[in-house]
């Protein structure tokens, strides 16, 4: 929404805007002719002018900008590139054409007038906006300046240098169109606007203020006018400059008018200060005719009045009493009632007083009326009956007076009662009279001689023709008349005009012979007043004569009369009352009657003359009919309150629940018979829903206690009766068969050292009378002493009384006790060096320590605040929610993670994750250890390792290629050798023996070598796993060995019993076994008959153990422990390197193996080696 | 079976006559083919292939050669035509006694066996009679 002033500020920034740019413009073309002279003056610096025309060059042909040099008649000499881009002209086409040609003919003499302001004066400049024809055909929108340069040496053109600026064209059009709509909208409206500048002066105006103020001055409004010379008057002048000025403060106000010149005007103007920047530089007005609303409001006014003023014209004297009794309102006849008897300062009676009070007073002075009406009003309060009437006298010094007094429920106001006193003295008066004038008949009757005369009646005869033939001397009371001048007159000059061609008609059909009863006319009395008689006749056919009795009825009609008003008090209260009534009549329960809430509690219309199944037949069913038969026939009442009634109230078979409080009562006809019912019906159901509704949440409050075993108290403070609930009870150790609730009661449990402690604060509670607790101490039942808490608040009547204190009870011994024992606790967690987080199951942070906040960072209190993922990222919920499970089922977890402190930083931790559980609250407890030196020290370890491992790489590389490359020659060798061996003539014994004597070297080489290399695999590889069968194994190093040179009449002997799978570095084990044969075979007894070497292996499950003995030259005692160091030979049998046992016990280490020699001198060696099984048996 | 043609294939020409020598020594092949680069060997095979009566019964296989070794040659073998592949047994003939080696011949199911240099005619004889 845009209001005016801002508007107004938008038109003008705009305006700004453009100025701005054009100034900008302006500033280009100096700069432009600036430089061009500067550039002349230094024609000699011919270098810089090369160079600047380069750049000027680069520059214009670069630009967006166009730029046309054309000559003093607008022919076109020069088109920058730019012109190609946006009016997609080549030069051939545009130069030496007129630039007119490429124009909109409509803006052609525009810029003609621009030029040609511009040709007159040298180096003069002018602005302009224009449209171009593209080469296309559509036109593009340019601004720009033409500048005279003419007289400029080196240039001898008009420049005009002009952008595209079709956006720019757009977006204005737009907002033209915007601002037209916008006046559009202003100039529509009937409300008045217009905006003035601080010197009163109009700046701007609808067109509505226009019509208007030329209205009122016959003036047409222009412009700049002075507003406040317009139309007003010295008075209205004041007004309104008073007004202007306060919104040139700054203020936004609303003010409303009323005129009444010639017709009531009420006008509301409303003031916006119109801000440049800072400063107020006007304002703007906004009025409005809101004449029709404020009539509409004095109407509603007058409504109100008039409804004030029907209260008050009742005669009934009305009040509205709270229940308490205080009198709430009252209406006129009730305070001018007051002040005639004497309650002038209506202290007793108005409103604000109590009206139980004075009822009291009265009764305690012996008025038993009095004392009536306060017993019904609170029953009537109390609901023990829908309504309480009483009539009662009241006779005041001067008159004898009578009232009726009913009291009623106001509905939907609890406890409210309208309490009437209605005049019934003309009524009781008229009966008194009545009963006195037939007593008075009755007299006269008893004489029948003066029947006639002494009738108060008159009694006449009147013959064929209608003249009074005979008239009793009660005519002169009635009528006014004495007999004898009613006799011979016709009876119908006496009737009331009105009422003679009803009474003609009556006396024709008396004289046929009909009887008449009953017959209401009026006469004219003697003294010209009107007497309403009651005619019964007789015609006596046999003497042509009407015998007829007259009867004044004018007490009775009096008492119909007020009969009537009476009678349409009820109806109105029938039809008005705000609870549902009605009459049914008949056996058959015919609806007589109905009032309009009761129709709108059934749903129903039309009822009159229907029976009540036909009308509702959804309660036949819930036995309604049942209840009214019963009614019908025993005549006795029947009421209930808060009964379920389900009524089709929309009339779509779908019955609605409504809680009826109701009551029908037989009406009686004067034979004493029943002849219908009265019914009455109050809709209680929102009531009884709500109190359903406070009834549930009570019990689950109560429930609630029960199982948080939170004891309820109360004490009514008007009874003094306490009630403690079974909770209670069970916290004191007692029953309710024990010990009666009191005051008393409560102490007797509390001990003797704390009973003044407890004096002290429950008195001060009822100082106090605030909500508020008490920690005390108790002893039980059975006699052990409890803590206790308890807490109570009041509950206070309208007066501020307090009424009622409720609190609930607490045994906090366990509590106390866990805090006792917490204390200890809290001191060692609190000064832990570990930081301990306790985290709820749903990942909350509940409790840390201050090591906790130390290594986070974090206050304490923000810890509080935070949740597991929140310092530990990767510790995600859906992480948390696997992990509690597991923790609850393992109790304890240990883990390592990444912490993030408050700085964002991380922190490598362990964690030891404790399952706790407090009553039905689960935690997990975790103790953080900073670990970051470990994870140093971790890292640094892994990264050795990974070092180490490339250096075993890369040595494992080099013994690769060693064995092959070191062998592979020897290997030669040795085939050479053997070839020279067989080619040579075995005569040559020296040759063969020189020959023999290479191979060993060569022999003792590689095998010094093959030692070397297994020395290097050994100790550079890692453990492998391989299944293993010994049997093949062993048979494959005996292949090995069994072209050895000393193998000749060597026995090698194997004996394996395998009983399970057998996994472990095959190689290594290879290593081991071939040296131990090896050596047998190297270090045999030459003195032995049959050298063997004996292998026996027996593996199972868990180890295996592999003996190797021969009766070898053995190991003297002093070598035994030396055999395995390093280039240890202890033979000089040996041909070996002295690494083979060095190797051995190496690779037993390298395996987690036992080797065990026992040797002896010429005797043998044994070797026992025992490895252990790593075959994975589970798996 | 009588084993006649012997494909030896050796970069170092000292070790193939060495070989040829101790096998015509003991009178085992009839014709020698010694090529001294797998990929020759494998050209050779190929130009064979349909000449059964030029089928090598046995083939000696050096493992460390340069361009192409041992178990490559194997790798390419194995698509040469089986009418070649069950006529012949191979035996790796190295100077490498390194278990890895060993192992990883096994894996080949047209290697006989491993045999290290000098070769031990013995060995060779034992395995070929079972062959046979």
């Known amino acids: 929404m845009i209001n005016t002033p801002t508007l107004e500020k938008l038109i003008i920034s705009n305006q700004e805007l453009v100025l701005q740019s054009k100034e900008k413009e302006k500033q280009m073309a100096k700069l432009v002719i600036a430089n061009n002279g500067l550039a002349l003056q230094h024609k000699n610096m011919e270098e810089l002018l090369v160079n600047n025309e380069k750049r000027f060059r680069a520059l214009i042909e670069n630009s967006i900008e166009m730029k046309i040099l054309s000559d003093e008649d607008g022919v076109i000499l020069y088109g920058s590139p730019s012109i190609i881009k946006i009016l997609g002209y080549s030069d051939k086409e545009f130069l030496s054409m007129p630039e007119q040609t490429f124009m909109h003919p409509d803006d052609i003499a525009g810029y003609i007038n621009t030029r040609n302001k511009v040709l007159r004066i040298k180096n003069n400049s002018g602005y302009f906006q224009i449209r171009l024809l593209h080469k296309n055909g559509y036109m593009v929108w340019c601004e720009g300046t033409v500048t005279n340069l003419l007289d400029e040496p080196g240039v001898h053109a008009i420049v005009s240098n002009f952008r595209d600026i079709s956006d720019k064209k757009k977006t204005e059009q737009q907002k033209e169109f915007d601002s037209n709509n916008l006046y559009a909208l202003i100039n529509n409206t009937k409300d008045l606007l217009w905006s003035v500048d601080k010197d009163f002066n109009l700046i701007t105006s609808n067109e509505r203020f226009d019509e208007v103020m030329k209205l009122r001055s016959g003036n047409t409004i222009t412009k700049g006018i002075n507003v406040l010379n317009v139309t007003l008057n010295p008075q209205q002048r004041k007004r309104y400059k008073k007004r202007y000025e306060r919104a040139f403060t700054g203020e936004i106000f609303t003010d409303v008018e009323y005129t009444n010149a010639t017709i009531e005007i009420w006008s509301e103007t409303s003031f916006y200060p119109i801000l440049k920047g800072e400063e107020v530089i006007g304002t703007a007005c906004h009025s409005r005719d809101i004449t029709d609303r404020k009539r509409a409001e004095r109407l509603l006014r007058k409504s109100e009045a008039f409804n004030l003023g029907v209260l008050n014209s009742l005669t009934a004297h009305i009040a509205v009493i709270d229940k308490y009794g205080n009198i709430v309102a009252i209406n006129e006849a009730w305070e001018l009632f007051a002040k005639e008897n004497g309650e002038t300062d209506m202290q007793h009676t108005g409103v604000g007083s109590n009206y139980f009070k004075v009822c009291k007073k009265s009764a305690d002075d012996g008025n038993e009326v009095a004392s009536d009406v306060l017993k019904g009003i609170m029953d009537v309060q109390q609901g023990k009956q829908n309504d309480f009437y009483v009539e009662y006298p009241c006779h005041s010094p001067n008159e004898q007076r009578w009232f009726g007094m009913s009291a009623k429920k106001f509905e939907g106001d609890e406890g409210m009662v309208v309490v009437a006193h209605i005049s019934i003295t003309e009524r009781i008066l008229a009966k008194n009279k009545l009963i006195v004038t037939s007593n008075e008949l009755q007299v006269a009757l008893s004489d029948i001689t003066k029947i006639m005369d002494s009738s108060l009646d008159v009694i006449c005869a009147v013959d064929a023709k209608g003249n009074f033939l005979k008239v009793s001397a009660a005519s002169e009371a009635v009528w006014g008349y004495k007999p004898e001048e009613l006799i011979g007159k016709p009876f119908i000059n006496f009737v009331y005009h009105e009422d003679s061609e009803k009474t003609q008609l009556t006396a024709a059909k008396v004289m046929t012979g009909n009887n008449l009863n009953h017959f209401e006319n009026r006469y004219i009395r003697k003294d010209g007043s009107l007497v309403p008689i009651e005619w019964t006749a007789r015609w006596d056919k046999k003497g042509q004569v009407r015998y007829g009795i007259a009867r004044d009825v004018t007490e009775k009609k009096r008492l119909e009369k007020a009969f009537e008003i009476e009678r349409q008090q009820f109806f109105d209260l029938f039809s008005e009352a705000p609870s549902s009534m009605g009459v049914l009549s008949g056996s058959g329960h015919r609806f007589e009657m109905a009032n309009p809430p009761y129709l709108k509690l059934i749903g129903k219309k039309d009822i009159i003359g229907k029976f009540v199944k036909d009308v509702l037949p959804e309660v036949e069913e819930q036995g309604f009919i049942e209840m009214l038969d019963k009614v019908y026939q025993t005549g006795k009442p029947f009421s209930a309150n808060e009964m379920l009634v389900k009524l089709d109230i929309d009339n779509n078979e779908k019955p609605v629940d409504r809680y009826l409080n109701f009551l029908f009562r037989p009406h009686k006809a004067s034979d004493g018979k029943t002849d219908g019912i009265l019914f009455f019906a109050v809709d209680v159901s929102e009531q009884v829903l709500s109190r359903k509704k406070i009834e549930r949440s009570e019990s689950r409050l109560k429930e609630a206690h029960k199982i948080a075993q939170i004891g309820d108290w109360q004490i009514d403070l008007t009874t003094n009766k306490h009630s403690w609930s079974d909770e209670f009870y069970r916290i004191f150790g007692t029953t309710r068969d024990e010990i009666e609730p009191s005051e008393d009661a409560f102490f007797s449990f509390i001990p003797s050292d704390e009973m003044a402690y407890v004096h002290s604060k429950v008195a001060k509670a009822f100082v106090d009378l605030e909500p508020s607790f008490l920690e005390f101490i108790f002893i039980r039942g059975d006699g052990v002493e409890r803590n206790a808490y308890s807490e109570w608040k009041f509950e206070f009547d309208e007066n501020n009384k307090p009424i009622l204190l409720s609190g609930i009870l607490q045994d906090i011994t366990e509590r106390k006790k866990v805090k006792k024992d917490m204390e200890l606790t809290q001191f060692v967690f609190d000064h832990a060096s570990d930081a301990i987080f306790w985290m709820s199951s749903d990942a909350q942070i509940v409790k840390v320590n201050e090591a906790a906040c130390h290594s986070l960072g974090y206050s304490h209190q923000e810890l509080l605040s935070l949740s597991v993922p929140d310092i530990d990222p990767d510790f995600n919920m859906y992480v948390w929610s696997v992990f509690f499970p597991e923790l609850r089922e393992k109790h304890s977890i240990s883990i390592e993670t990444t912490q993030q402190k408050k700085d964002g930083s991380l922190l490598p931790v362990e964690i030891r994750a404790n399952y706790i559980k407090f009553g039905d609250k689960e935690f997990s407890c975790a103790f953080v250890r900073d670990i970051t030196e470990r994870k140093i020290v971790e890292q640094n370890l892994e990264q050795q390792y990974k070092e180490l491992q490339k250096t075993n790489t890369e040595l494992d590389r080099f013994v690769y290629s060693t064995s092959h490359d070191l062998r592979a020659p020897l290997a030669s060798l040795l085939g050479l050798i053997e070839m020279t061996t067989d080619g040579i003539d075995p005569e040559n014994e020296l040759q063969i023996e020189y020959l023999e004597m290479m191979k060993q070297s060569v022999l003792k080489l590689d095998n010094f070598i093959e030692d070397i290399l297994n020395y290097s695999r050994n100790a550079r590889t890692e453990l492998e796993k391989d299944d293993i069968v010994f049997e093949d194994m062993v048979q494959e190093a005996f292949v090995k060995h069994e072209f050895m040179e000393e193998i000749d009449g060597f026995k090698l002997k194997a004996n394996i019993k395998q009983t399970a799978e057998f996994s472990s570095d095959k190689r290594r084990i290879n290593v081991i076994i071939n040296n131990l044969i090896s050596n047998a075979i190297k270090y045999k007894d030459v003195a032995k008959e049959k050298p063997f070497v004996d292998i026996s292996i027996l593996s199972d499950k868990k180890s295996a153990t592999i003996i190797i003995e021969d009766n070898g030259i053995g190991i003297a005692e002093k070598d035994k422990t030396r055999i395995f160091d390093m280039f240890y030979r202890a033979s000089v049998q040996s041909t070996g390197s002295g690494l083979g046992l060095y190797i051995v016990k190496e690779t037993i280490n390298k395996l987690d193996a036992t080797i065990i020699v026992e040797s002896e001198i010429s005797v043998g060696s044994k070797f026992t080696v025992t490895i252990t099984n790593l075959h994975n048996y589970e798996s | ?132």
């Open chain 2, 1 to 132: 079976m009588k084993v006649k043609t012997i494909l030896l294939i050796d970069d170092n020409k000292i070790d193939s006559y060495i070989t040829r020598h101790l096998l015509l020594k003991n009178k085992i092949g009839e014709i020698f083919i010694i090529q001294s680069s797998a990929i020759e060997a494998l050209r050779y095979l190929d130009s064979i292939r349909n000449d059964p009566k030029h089928f090598p019964d046995c083939i000696f296989l050096d493992i460390r050669m340069p361009e192409m070794d041992g178990f490559e040659f194997l790798d390419e073998y194995v698509l040469l035509p089986d009418t070649i592949k069950n006529k012949c047994d191979i035996f790796m003939l190295s100077s490498s006694n390194d278990q890895r080696d060993i192992d990883r011949a096994a894996h080949y199911s047209y290697v006989k066996r491993f045999l290290m240099k000098p070769l031990n005619v013995d060995i060779l004889k034992m395995h070929i009679q079972e062959a046979g």
